[in-house]
C-alpha cells in the first residue's frame, strides 16, 4: 500500500500567493474568507490524491466568527 501523503493548506496557500507574486499579480487576503481560502486549498489537495494536514490549533475559531457572520448574515 503506497505511504499517505500530506499537505498542510495553510502552507498551500502561502505556496500559492508566493507563486502569484512572482507571475505579476497582487493576491490579497480579505477579511473574513479565512475558510474559503483554507477550503480552496483543501479541495484541491484531495483532488491531487494529497490528504490536507492541519494542525490542532487551527480547528479553532480565531478570527471571531467573521467567516461565519459573513456567510449567515452578510455582514
Known amino acids: 500500500m503506497p ?4 499537505y498542510d493548506p495553510y502552507r498551500l496557500i502561502d ?3 508566493g507563486l502569484l507574486i512572482q507571475r ?3 493576491p ?3 477579511d473574513g474568507r479565512t ?11 484531495r483532488g ?10 487551527d480547528a479553532l475559531d480565531l ?3 467573521i467567516a461565519y457572520q459573513s ?3 452578510g455582514d
Not at 48 to 57: E, H, T, V
Open 35 to 45: 475558510g474559503d481560502r483554507v477550503a480552496g486549498a483543501s479541495r484541491l489537495l
Open 24 to 26: 505579476g499579480h497582487a
Open 48 to 57: 491531487l490524491g494529497i490528504d490536507p494536514l492541519r494542525a490542532p490549533g
Open 15 to 17: 505556496d500559492v500567493e
Open 3 to 6: 505511504e499517505q501523503q500530506v
Open 63 to 65: 478570527d471571531g466568527q
Open 71 to 73: 456567510r449567515v448574515h
Open 28 to 30: 490579497e487576503r480579505l
